[in-house]
């Protein structure tokens, strides 16, 4: 399993941004896909998530009504669309996978892009 986030950069406030994460080798027992971020010096947080099924979304609530999630099954791919941005939504984000394992969840990582939100 192999997850390639994509389209980060560097915006001004106000500005949109939309990122995206291909995965390949898909397990068919993934259920969830998700971005997370971590600005410097701070802890990792979740940004939102979706399911691979019914296509469920869940957002936290420092990007609610801002970013929207969505996914393409066809073509493997999460989007993370990202509007209104402020200089503290500024983080490396990072595409997480979550697949169902006989004995617990599996987690699987992209490699993170940057995004940076000038004032």
């Known amino acids: 399993v192999q997850l390639q986030a994509s389209g980060g950069g560097l915006v001004q406030a106000g500005g949109s941004l939309r990122l995206s994460c291909v995965v390949s080798?898909?397990?068919?027992?993934?259920?969830?896909m998700a971005w997370f971020r971590q600005a410097p010096g701070k802890e990792q947080e979740f940004v939102a998530a979706?399911?691979?099924?019914?296509?469920?979304?869940y957002y936290a609530d420092s990007v609610k009504g801002r970013f929207t999630i969505s996914r393409d099954n066809a073509k493997n791919t999460v989007y993370l669309q990202m509007n209104s941005l402020k200089p503290e939504d500024t983080a490396i984000y990072y595409c997480?996978?979550?697949?169902?394992?006989?004995?617990?969840?599996?987690?699987?990582w992209g490699q993170g892009t940057l995004v940076t939100v000038s004032s």
């Open positions: 997480n996978l979550r697949v169902a394992l006989p004995r617990g969840i599996g987690n699987y």
């Open positions: 979706v399911t691979w099924t019914t296509s469920a979304t």
């Open positions: 080798g898909r397990p068919i027992s993934s259920y969830l």
